[in-house]
């Protein structure tokens, strides 16, 4: 009976000291994360330990695998299958503020009881994530995002972030660049320009008095929009011809919000009373064709009688009286890099 008192006595000490060595670990962190902290014990990576605070998401995961573990340890002990790894489909990536990116996970053996994840970052300020493990690029730095089985915590998997800056606006004499060789910032939202929104209502009413319809049918694309879109294009034509005829994300005229299509997206708008007037006139307003025919090679895309860009009035007559496309115009080119 001594003995077995010992043994309790000795097992309450090893608890409390356990609880103790935890302490110092919280106190880093800053007061309002304390709540919700644990530390992870890392096992196939080089980041020995790692204080994460847990999300309102995390903090259900951990409810569900307390349920798990009742449920598995005590009602039905034979059926519990432990996760005992997880592979990822990276362990590194690089992004720049504002992309985003997620890992597929694997968990192993693939029929262990629960699969769940949880998600976290060392640096919130860096890359957040959400509960499915979509990674968010926020700004310059380095972190580790860890996905951790719910249903066995001492498995877990790294992936090593950085976060680099993104490209600047780039303005040349005063006209704001987006083409292959210069990117737009990933969260450069500016919304439709309301200059050019007036000019185009205001050649459109024109036109309505020459009996011509001209309406647009796209024109601000934010950057997630254009990134859905350019991959629907990689997916149906591959990335070569995609690239002929669509922006990559950044890329876009349509992010500026000072590039409009007009009615039909076809070849078939350049013969239309509507599209032979626009190419005659829209410098009138302050717009240029900004892909004409045959300049594939300067601006990078096909043809498209339907996209016009705005420049105001003067440069866009400028433009429009010197025959050439506006990489000529402006002596740039519109490359990508790869
Ligand atoms: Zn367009």
Request: glycine content about 6%.
């Amino acid at each position: 009976m001594k003995k077995y008192i010992t043994v309790l006595l000795a097992l309450f000490i090893f608890a409390g000291c356990e609880k103790i060595i935890d302490e110092p670990a919280l106190a880093t962190l800053p007061p309002e994360s304390i709540t919700q902290a644990e530390v992870l014990t890392q096992t196939e990576n080089t980041v020995p330990e790692i204080i994460t605070e847990l999300t309102d998401e995390t903090t259900e995961n951990s409810e569900t695998e307390a349920a798990v573990e009742v449920g598995g340890d005590v009602e039905n002990p034979t059926e519990a299958i432990d996760v005992e790894s997880i592979s990822l489909s990276f362990y590194e990536v690089t992004l720049q503020v504002g992309q985003s990116k997620m890992p597929l996970v694997t968990m192993f053996p693939e029929n262990a009881s629960d699969k769940s994840e949880i998600w976290t970052t060392s640096d919130e300020t860096v890359a957040s994530v959400d509960w499915l493990g979509n990674i968010k690029a926020l700004s310059e730095g380095n972190c580790v995002v860890t996905v951790t089985s719910a249903q066995n915590t001492d498995v877990s998997a790294n992936v090593l972030v950085t976060v680099v800056a993104g490209p600047q606006l780039t303005y040349i004499d005063g006209i704001l660049i987006a083409n292959k060789t210069y990117a737009l910032p990933s969260d450069y939202a500016p919304g439709v320009n309301a200059e050019a929104e007036a000019a185009f209502y205001e050649m459109q009413a024109d036109a309505s008095d020459l009996g011509l319809n001209l309406y647009i049918s796209s024109g601000y694309r934010s950057y997630d929009y254009q990134a859905g879109l350019y991959q629907r294009y990689v997916d149906r034509s591959g990335k070569a011809e995609a690239d002929r005829y669509s922006a990559r994300p950044g890329h876009s005229e349509h992010q500026t919000g000072l590039a409009f299509d007009l009615n039909t997206i076809s070849d078939e708008f350049k013969d239309t009373n509507e599209g032979k007037w626009v190419a005659e006139n829209c410098h009138k307003y302050g717009f240029i064709i900004r892909y004409p025919e045959d300049k594939e090679s300067v601006t990078g895309y096909m043809y498209e009688p339907w996209h016009i860009r705005y420049l105001g009035v003067d440069t866009a007559t400028a433009v429009y009286e010197s025959g050439l496309c506006l990489e000529e115009y402006l002596g740039i080119t519109s490359e990508y890099d790869e």
